[in-house]
């Protein structure tokens, strides 16, 4: 089994695939998956093997509903903890697609720079992670998929209309055009 399973990483990495570990239950389970050329480890089952693979310069991949929930589901480590503690880089929506948004303002907590330290968590770090390089962040360039937030009660953010390559492909209201002021006076 141990040969074949290299045998499979090597062809992934071959063709251009993006390993990663997933639930790995220690340090030298991580060094093993590392040895396979397993980038990240997604969903470590406790903080020392998060901080083995951080100290090795690798991301870990935590559950956004981990922290939306304020803990695992299954007894494994806190996602929120791993964020404060520097042991978490990524977090994804794993089973439930809107956490990834309401774990950076649950991380924020009320606190707008907060929530702009928090935001690489859901979009530059997993672009970065899945070598996406052409988004993740705003930049010439780059594609252009934006999220445009509510977020008047930072609480309860609320996704107001999705842009990808800087089109509108989702509005749940009319978004208004209103030029900002000082910025339409300059383009005439």
Known sequence: ??????????????????????????????????????????????????????????????????????GSHNGAQSAGEAVAAGRCTVLTSDYHYPSPLYAAFTLAAGDRDALARHWPLISANPARVARLDDRGWLAPGQRADLLLVDASDMAHPEVVATLVEGRIVHARRAVEHRPVAGVAQAAE
């Open 1 to 70: 089994m141990p040969a074949a399973i290299a045998s499979l990483a090597a062809s992934a990495r071959a063709n251009g695939n993006v390993l990663l570990a997933h639930d790995e239950n220690s340090p030298a389970e991580r060094a093993q998956f590392r040895a396979l050329g397993a980038v990240a480890s997604e969903f470590p089952m406790n903080p020392e093997t998060a901080q083995a693979a951080r100290d090795a310069g690798e991301d870990v991949i935590l559950g956004a509903p981990n922290v939306v929930r304020g």
